[in-house]
């Protein structure tokens, strides 16, 4: 079973950007068909953010695309999120998943962006 751990959350202005990191551990990722991030804002249920298959195709949902890039380096075992642009609508807890909603979580990694 893959173990999964974010890191790179912070506290920034709108407009700044920041980069997450999903490291993974008993496990490949190259293995992996696919790695998702999502987001979870209080009060509100768990969304679907981006993720990024094998073959490195990549589906981003709508509020973030042009401004999100989530990327992978089989080599560190790892997926990135680049987010660019960040508004304060982005503010979140930002987990990293394999095998969709009944699959391997992080413990997830806080982001707020304040205006």
């Known amino acids: 079973q893959v173990q999964l751990v974010e890191s790179g959350g912070d506290l920034v202005q709108a407009g700044g950007s920041l980069r997450l990191s999903c490291s993974a551990s008993?496990?490949?990722?190259?293995?992996?068909?696919?790695i998702g991030w999502y987001r979870q804002a209080p009060g509100k249920p768990r969304e679907f953010v981006a993720a990024i298959s094998s073959g490195s195709i990549v589906n981003y949902v709508n509020s973030v695309k042009g401004r999100f890039t989530i990327s992978r380096d089989n080599a560190k075992n790892t997926v990135y999120l680049q987010m660019n642009n960040l508004k304060p609508e982005d503010t979140a807890v930002y987990y990293c998943?394999?095998?969709?909603?009944?699959?391997?979580w992080g413990q997830g990694t806080q982001v707020t962006v304040s205006s």
């Open positions: 008993g496990r490949r990722i190259a293995s992996i068909n696919v």
């Open positions: 998943n394999t095998g969709g909603p009944r699959g391997n």
